[in-house]
């Protein structure tokens, strides 16, 4: 039998504490370390806790010896990642072990971009960033402040919101929201009031009980839960598929779960709202949809006042009842006031025209027709460049398999019509009548009441914010879907910086991954730095923001974090297995910059302490342990005693899963319904020109009205760069660039993991053969890729997985060119391209980060300094024994 | 009939995320550029946008007739008796890399830092604990099974019964009898080595 001793070239070597000093010396961004803050025991023993190497958090068996991790596996108990790890997760090792991890807060000492930095003790950076942002509100105003977050590696997105908030500045961001996740959260929460259908952001529950679940076909629209979320909804996609539920995937890419779909619809990317219009208009034509579904829990038969282009709620004025709503009778042929829920003794019309004392009236479900209509199966085919025959099978799939769902992913967020998208997807499934039984995505089940958001606990403590600096949001009045996450307008905060107007913005505190490769432009990003007096930046290690950043925060890594995790019925804990060097949780990093603020004389910073002032919001805490108990009291528990049992089921299954919430009958002898106004699913949804016209219901104070009122229903346009267009632009950039998830990366991060990087070195082109026969490129070959922005470097993938006419890059970086003049986001970075200027969606301000155009064109070399072979990255790994 | 443990993969369940690769990596302490398993993308081919592509995990398909042992000069490449696979003494290697020439499957890997070959021993430290290989446990779509394929009764003698007439074996042209199975139902199995077929169709020398 072989003797299996570890290598010395050891993959995840044992480290070794008193060998990291000389490790270290001359790396430009660590200072040798005098103290490891690291617990060594003789023991070896097991830490259950959670992932939190993408925003999924499956179960994780951390092994632990002599205070080293040693090895992490899946947890069995997780019931969702049911005891897999992905690639990502299982680099969890040497994410936390990695060389240059951002160790000590420090400080600038040479120019931005010099790479040298003084290390200071914590109370002295805290000092510094307080000072600096204490200077900016006395001389401008708080509001010339803006935070940001994002960009992966184990975010609260909140924290950041929060802390804007309380400081005073109505600017924060993320890169994502607009662009990520938030258009699906506003339309599920505009329409529905329950769970949107998110794989990859932990939604669709009902699924993860694979083997009971009666769903009998899912369609995956611009998502690939195999590789954005592998161990959870990769897993229990596969699962569904294995037991013979059929699977339509819309993508413009040949995804894993496109290649093992029933039919792959492989649009043209941008087209998805023209092709779900077409898929509403089939469902009516061809009466497919749940009629007593649409007709008693729908809007769609409430009849709408033309001019105004509201609902009629008759009892409205009196009462502010928007339950009651007007009706066409077809028993007498008339209008006539419905009560909530529902009156047999009318016959109601679900598609009419009328004229009432000489006004127009048309139901709900007319006005969705009558837009609906010219999307017929041929005119969807022209403009999604698909056959209508395969669209057909798809819909009658969808349509002929229920109980069924159509899951949402991200490609629908990054361009213009990013809130028309999810209210089209939730109409469908709404027609379908695919809500709240058992077999579909969207659910109200139980929670345990521990967290009021899931898995992101910070309270925004939007209250704290006056409302004279809330008015003053960039981008505010224009994009109030935003305000649902209480956010700010990331391009309209570029064009403050770059213009001064309508005031400058001075000082940026971002906690991410990179802002360099996720945000639209990146380019004229880093020429706005220029602009701000100063930049802080928090992350776990260097990123292309270190460069441009006054002083940098160590944050720690998700084996350092702690999270309460609610996954199904089950609750977890994200528990510190070790801590290294003195890196804090971002979490407590907002509160201890908001305390010296405090000390400083700011006076709301000074109440967030005050718990009766904080409420529900919540005072800032000086421990994860003192933020966590105020939310385990609600089972009773210290969040200590949460981590000693943890993970455990807080219900049974059966008491968890509540199907038909709104059947439920309440105290006044109705049923529940909906949390919408009407009650009912507002597929009709007024309440988005109310939105448009005031900030109802999400912002505070009142705000004037944005330009141009926000639709109802769903709408197709032609994004402004289309290759459907004949103009300049289309002409010079005749391709559309998309992009897509991998399975070794998530946002921006791990490109310094050397496992990941071994099997991705640099970003991949995937272009059709015939495109690439055209422009001369040849397999496996350097090409330069431009666009109207600017231009980039890829290696070509030449294949049929994508479809002609289109070309895919994901995400990338190089942390191996920091030091360089490019500081690693210039050489392969697909956000040198992308589009930050307007058009943005109305509702949501999203600009453009897939579906804009593109040339290619072969390239001599790559880049210059990166790093492409498996021994290139030898100095990523673990320090390696003595 | 001896014991011959090896490994089962049911195709249709790979979701080519490369999560077993990195399993094995940690779980062995395997070297930056190596692996003892790796997963190939086998497609797309086909007429857009009716493709066909299936994903394909290799690991050392524990021979019957294995040509690596057959090379081996010092004899530290022998097939265990016990369970069918096959072993490195790492004493005795000398680094020749002979193996690694004469295994078809590319299924070997040589460690330039100790000089030595290795390869896929189906995390033979964990089964002698009793647990299960840190691939099989780890794998996301529930494809990869471990067993010995001589025991009608073990679990993988029970997958494969169920699945008769959708099982592969790798291309054989060296007669080396490879005791991996494959299981594909969805797809049309493509008799080509799996890196055969990769490079070939990624340097576009494919249909």
New interface residues.
């Given amino acids: 039998?072989?003797?299996?001793?570890?290598?010395?070239?050891?993959?995840?070597?044992k480290i070794n504490i008193e060998g990291l000093p000389d490790a270290l010396c001359g790396r430009t961004f660590l200072t040798p370390c005098e103290k490891q803050h690291l617990e060594v025991t003789d023991e070896e023993h097991i830490v259950y806790t959670a992932c939190r190497a993408c925003i999924a958090n499956c179960g994780v068996i951390a092994h632990v010896k002599n205070g080293q991790v040693v090895?992490?596996?899946?947890n069995p108990a997780d019931p969702m990642?049911k005891?897999?790890?992905?690639?990502k997760g299982?680099?969890g090792?040497n994410a936390l072990y990695h060389p240059n991890r951002n160790k000590y807060p420090m400080v600038r000492v040479g120019n931005r971009g010099e790479g040298r930095w003084k290390r200071v003790t914590w109370d002295e950076a805290l000092d510094t960033v307080a000072g600096m942002l204490m200077e900016i509100r006395e001389k401008y105003g708080a509001e010339c402040v803006f935070t940001s977050t994002g960009g992966g590696g184990n975010p609260e997105v909140p924290s950041a919101g929060r802390f804007a908030n309380i400081f005073g500045t109505p600017n924060w961001f993320e890169p994502g929201s607009a662009q990520c996740y938030m258009p699906r959260v506003l339309a599920c929460a505009m329409m529905y009031g329950g769970s949107d259908t998110s794989i990859a952001d932990s939604n669709c529950l009902e699924f993860f009980d694979e083997k009971n679940c009666p769903i009998k076909s899912l369609v995956l629209w611009g998502t690939d839960p195999?590789?954005s979320c592998?161990?959870s909804g990769?897993?229990m996609v596969?699962?569904l598929r294995?037991k013979g539920v059929k699977t339509v995937v819309v993508d413009p890419r040949?995804t894993?779960?496109a290649?093992?779909a029933d039919v792959?619809?492989?649009l043209r990317p941008q087209s998805d709202v023209a092709l779900q219009m077409c898929w509403i208009r089939y469902i009516l034509d061809h009466k497919l949809y749940d009629e007593e579904f649409v007709l008693h829990w729908t809007n769609l038969p409430y009849l709408v006042d033309c001019e105004t282009r509201f609902i009629v709620h008759p009892a409205m004025g009196q009462t502010e009842n928007k339950t009651s709503a007007l009706i066409w009778d077809k028993k007498t042929g008339s209008a006539r006031e419905m009560e909530y829920p529902w009156n047999d003794d009318y016959d109601v019309e679900l598609f009419g025209t009328h004229e009432i004392d000489g006004k127009l009236y048309k139901t709900g479900a007319q006005l969705l027709w009558e837009r609906v209509e010219e999307y017929t199966l041929e005119k969807a085919g022209e403009l999604c460049l698909l056959?209508p025959a395969?669209i057909e099978k798809a819909i009658r799939i969808y349509a002929e398999n229920t109980p069924s769902s159509l899951c949402l992913g991200v490609a629908t967020d990054q361009n213009v019509m990013s809130e028309q998208s999810p209210m089209a997807a939730n109409t469908l499934d709404f027609l379908l009548g695919n809500v709240e039984k058992p077999g579909v995505a969207m659910q109200r089940f139980r929670i345990s009441g521990v967290l009021k958001e899931p898995n992101y606990p910070v309270p925004y403590a939007l209250k704290c914010l006056p409302e004279e600096q809330f008015k003053k949001r960039l981008g505010g009045r224009e994009h109030k879907g935003l305000s649902i996450w209480k956010a700010g307008h990331a391009a309209s905060i570029l064009k403050a910086i770059q213009t001064g107007k309508p005031y400058q913005p001075r000082m940026w505190v971002d906690r991410s991954g990179n802002k360099f490769g996720v945000l639209a432009e990146v380019g004229k990003w880093a020429e706005a730095t220029e602009k701000l007096d100063y930049i802080v930046h928090m992350f776990t290690y260097p990123t292309s923001m270190t460069a441009y950043a006054d002083v940098v925060l160590p944050c720690q890594e998700w084996l350092e974090t702690e999270m309460i995790v609610e996954t199904c019925n089950t609750l977890v804990a994200r528990q510190q297995v070790v801590h290294l060097w003195e890196t804090r949780d971002e979490t407590l990093i907002w509160s201890n910059i908001a305390k010296r603020c405090a000390q400083m004389g700011h006076e709301m910073c000074q109440k967030a302490f005050d718990p009766e002032f904080m409420g529900e919001d919540i005072a800032y805490w000086d421990s994860m342990e003192e933020f966590f108990d105020q939310m385990t009291a609600a089972i009773g528990m210290t969040w200590k005693e949460l981590c000693a049992k943890a993970p455990f089921e807080f219900m049974s299954k059966e008491e968890w899963k509540t199907y038909y919430v709104y059947k439920n009958i309440l105290e006044d002898g109705k049923p529940q319904g909906f949390n919408t106004p009407s009650k009912k699913i507002e597929i009709y949804c007024d309440a988005y020109i109310k939105l448009g016209r005031t900030g109802e219901p999400f912002m505070p104070y009142p705000m004037p009205p944005a330009d141009k009122d926000y639709e109802p229903l769903p709408y197709f346009i032609e994004p402004p760069e289309s290759p459907m267009v004949d103009d300049e632009i289309s002409r010079e950039f005749p391709l559309v660039m998309t992009n897509g998830r991998l399975?070794?990366f998530h946002h921006s991060t791990l490109r310094n993991m050397?496992?990941?990087r071994?099997?991705m070195p640099v970003p991949e082109l995937w272009i059709?053969?015939d495109d690439?026969k055209k422009y001369g490129i040849?397999?496996?070959s350097w090409v330069w890729i431009e666009s109207p922005r600017g231009k980039t470097r890829a290696k070509a993938?030449?294949?049929?997985?994508i479809?002609?006419g289109t070309v895919c890059m994901e995400r990338f970086w190089n942390p191996e060119t920091l030091n360089t003049e490019t500081h690693g986001w210039q050489e392969m970075n697909v956000n040198v391209l992308s589009r930050s200027t307007g058009p943005f969606n109305d509702v949501m301000g999203t600009h453009i980060l897939r579906g804009y155009l593109v040339k290619v064109y072969p390239a001599d070399s790559a880049p210059k300094g990166i790093w492409t072979?498996?021994?290139d990255?030898?100095s990523w790994?673990t320090v390696g024994r003595s | 009939m001896s014991r011959q443990f090896s490994m089962v993969v049911e195709l249709d369940r790979c979701i080519g995320c490369h999560g077993c690769q990195v399993a094995c990596k940690f779980e062995n302490n395997i070297a930056l550029g190596t692996s003892r398993c790796h997963t190939y993308y086998m497609g797309p081919v086909g007429e857009f946008p009716h493709l066909s592509l299936y994903y394909m995990t290799i690991h050392c398909q524990q021979c019957e007739n294995p040509s690596c042992i057959e090379v081996c000069p010092t004899g530290a490449c022998y097939k265990s008796e016990e369970d069918g696979v096959i072993y490195i003494d790492r004493e005795t290697c000398i680094g020749c890399q002979s193996c690694m020439r004469a295994c078809p499957f590319h299924a070997n890997n040589f460690n330039k830092e100790l000089r030595v070959m290795d390869k896929c021993t189906l995390c033979v430290e964990l089964r002698e604990k009793g647990q299960t290989p840190a691939c099989v446990w780890n794998c996301v779509g529930g494809a990869l099974h471990y067993g010995d394929i001589n025991d009608p009764e073990s679990e993988v003698s029970k997958l494969l019964k169920e699945n008769e007439g959708h099982i592969y074996t790798l291309k054989d042209d060296n007669d080396n009898k490879p005791s991996g199975r494959f299981i594909l139902k969805k797809h049309e199995w493509i008799d080509m080595l799996p890196f055969e077929f990769e490079e070939a169709l990624r340097g576009g020398k494919l249909g």
């Fill in positions: 039998m072989s003797e299996n001793k570890p290598f010395q070239d050891d993959y995840c070597a090895k992490l596996e899946g990642s005891g897999r790890m992905c690639a299982l680099s090792i195999s590789y592998p161990a990769g897993r596969n699962e294995q040949l894993p779960d290649a093992k792959w619809l492989p056959d395969d399975p070794m050397p496992g990941l071994e099997m059709y053969p690439a040849e397999p496996e993938y030449v294949t049929k997985g479809r002609p072979k498996p021994s990255f030898r790994l």
